[in-house]
């Protein structure tokens, strides 16, 4: 089945600079990424996704890039505000045939 | 329009008694997730059911546990005879068709 690799665990950066996290997935028929955020003592929150036919995808300050022939894709945050603060999960299915596969989880520090 | 809705909040139970879990699907959504989160971890896939049918339940103990979307009502999470391992958070997710879910805030369990 599916496994889902997210790295770093735990990243700080200062307001206003850039994260980026890192997936790998390991079955390579998966074509639906998304990404999530979760807040303390909430549920995950979708907040951007890309399909495999797509190689980036932006959403004002959040974008998405995957590599289909490598296996990975990365979430990137510019700009960062102290509410970006939170754990970021990354997920991989086939779309419409199997349940999302998740990351461990990146948690996210924002320092103002 | 009410997102997905899980109750309870926070279950305490004693060791070897039962544990119900409940979700509500957002309206329209007919695909049931259940996931399970340990401190620090990510979301361990459990079960997906549609209306009146289990699709995969291969992160499911197969001991204990159970689970059910009947025609009409929520769908059902059951642990029996919990043990101190059990203690986790339960999220529930729905989708329309298997893609972009939606997640409940959850259900803590803590069992004594």
């Known amino acids: 089945g599916e496994n889902v690799e997210q790295h770093p665990s735990t990243l700080s950066v200062q307001e206003g600079d850039s994260a980026v996290i890192k997936c790998t997935y390991s079955d390579s028929a998966s074509n639906y990424f998304p990404w999530y955020k979760q807040e303390l003592g909430k549920g995950p929150q979708l907040i951007i996704d890309?399909?495999?036919?797509?190689g980036e995808k932006k959403d004002q300050r959040i974008a998405v890039t995957l590599n289909k022939t490598a296996k990975h894709f990365s979430l990137h945050i510019t700009e960062t505000q102290p509410e970006d603060s939170a754990v970021y999960f990354c997920a991989a299915s086939i779309r419409g045939n199997t349940p999302l596969v998740f990351g461990k989880g990146t948690r996210l520090s924002v320092i103002a | 329009n009410a997102g997905v809705m899980q109750n309870p909040r926070h279950l305490v139970r004693r060791r070897g008694q039962e544990a119900r879990l409940r979700c509500s699907p957002m309206?329209?959504?007919?695909?049931v997730y259940w996931y399970r989160q340990l401190p620090e971890e990510g979301l361990k896939f459990m079960v997906y059911l549609q209306k009146e049918n289990i699709i995969d339940e291969s992160g499911m103990p197969k001991e204990r546990f159970s689970a059910e979307f009947p025609k009409e009502g929520p769908s059902i999470l059951r642990i029996q005879q919990v043990v101190r391992g059990d203690s986790a958070a339960y999220f529930c997710a729905s989708s329309r068709d298997n893609y972009g879910y939606t997640f409940g805030s959850g259900t803590r369990l803590t069992v004594v």
């Open positions: 309206k329209g959504h007919s695909h």
């Open positions: 890309i399909r495999s036919n797509v």
